[in-house]
């Protein structure tokens, strides 16, 4: 970590509401997606600005806190605990909020804002300041759920652009048949497929079929609050299970490695509170030599950079979910274009998470605007 400087007081906050249609629809085993709506929060302090936002949905499909919940939080309680109070280092923000339970989300859009005012304030890329180094990371896809020829064409298509894995969203109805067409269309293909929990622990011997298409893991197959099952599922399976929704916490984490529920880790920074968790998450996964990469949320540059930046630490050894923004807007709320070449993602330069706000396309885009003082 490099040297420390004086506390960083936070002197105001910005936090808008922000909507962004879809390209195309992204479909899962929840239901559809034709817009991205989330907060964005631009913390200060000085001339500094540090920006994140939250990953929750509308509705609590994916986890159980929601965008109007997470806005009423940060704007009625986690930001006027901050503002005018200084702050030595992230960790010791990540402190002041751990009292507060659950509501992952809504902290990490604090705690990740910070992150990226502390680094500004020092100078350095955020990726420097957690420990992370390299001027590209290695990118997959994800896949909606779609007709088989349609997702035959986009696995094609993708393939042809560079990206390094293919992840393929199922749910019942929707798997066996895919997995056997596109494997024997791409038999060379990096596979994975994403259940978003949609099965149980009846489905072992239809899960255990999907040993036959030698995928790299099997992402989320059981209950979005569960470790247990998923433990007893990986015993009846040969290919790896990896948890995303499971895992809130580090702790979280220690008992899906202890118990063998999880052989490959996706890592939101998002879902586990913010980077110091994703940190502690990561660390726990190099030391039980499980592999991690990192998950995404169909975030705006902002989030994106975040990412970007945290899968540069060394245990992210597998593809992560940071493919390029023009696949999902057609405008970001960022200045600079996020793009892969040939299968990576260059880290964008510069202090912080190293990117710039559009504010033009900002301000269209802003369905509601808050401004939060000491």
Same mark, same amino acid.
């Given at each position: 970590m490099p040297p420390l400087r004086a506390p960083l @007081?936070?002197?105001?906050?910005?936090? @808008?509401?922000? @909507?962004?249609?879809? /390209?195309? %629809?992204f479909t899962i085993s929840t239901g559809t997606m034709t817009e991205k709506v989330f907060p964005l929060l631009i913390l200060k302090s000085g001339g500094l600005e540090g920006y994140a936002e939250g990953v929750m949905d509308p509705l609590p499909d994916y986890l159980e806190e929601t965008t109007a919940g997470a806005m009423a939080l940060l704007r009625d309680t986690l930001l006027p605990?901050?503002?005018g109070h200084s702050f030595a280092h992230p960790q010791a923000l990540a402190r002041a909020l751990s009292p507060w339970r659950a509501n992952f989300m809504a902290r990490a859009t604090l705690e990740m804002a910070f992150w990226d005012l502390?680094?500004?304030?020092?100078?350095? %890329?955020?990726?420097?300041?957690?420990?992370?180094e390299g001027g590209a990371i290695d990118v997959g896809v994800s896949l909606g759920i779609a007709p088989i020829p349609t997702t035959l064409d986009r696995i094609a298509q993708h393939l042809d652009q560079g990206y390094q894995r293919i992840k393929l969203k199922v749910k019942p109805g929707h798997d066996l048949a895919l997995l056997r067409a596109a494997r024997e269309a791409f038999p060379q293909a990096h596979l994975t /497929?994403?259940?978003? =929990? =949609?099965y149980s622990l009846a489905d072992s011997a239809l899960i255990a079929r999907m040993d036959a298409f030698d995928l790299d893991y099997i992402e989320q197959p059981l209950a979005w609050d569960d470790i247990h099952d998923h433990a007893t599922l990986q015993t009846r399976i040969a290919t790896p299970? =990896?948890?995303d929704e499971s895992i809130r916490t580090p702790d979280h984490a220690r008992k899906a490695l202890q118990t063998g529920a999880a052989r490959v880790m996706n890592i939101? /920074?998002? @879902?586990?509170g913010g980077h110091t968790a994703a940190r502690a998450? +990561?660390?726990? =996964?190099? *030391?039980?030599?499980? %592999?991690?990469?990192c998950g995404g949320m169909l975030e705006s540059g902002v989030g994106r950079a975040h990412n970007i930046h945290l899968s540069t630490l060394p245990g992210f050894t597998k593809p992560g979910d940071t493919s390029s923004a023009s696949r999902y807007f057609t405008r970001d709320i960022i200045e600079q274009r996020l793009e892969t070449v040939a299968g990576r993602m260059p880290v964008p330069p510069g202090p912080g998470i190293g990117v710039t706000l559009d504010l033009d396309t900002l301000k269209t885009a802003t369905l509601? +605007? *808050?401004e939060i003082l000491p």
């Open positions: @007081r936070i002197d105001g906050a910005e936090l @808008r509401l922000v @909507r962004l249609p879809l /390209v195309t %629809p605990q901050v503002m502390w680094a500004k304030s020092l100078g350095l %890329p955020l990726q420097t300041v957690l420990g992370g /497929v994403d259940a978003n =929990c =949609c299970i =990896c948890l939101k /920074v998002g @879902r586990v998450i +990561h660390d726990l =996964c190099e *030391a039980f030599a499980v %592999p991690v990469w509601s +605007h *808050a």
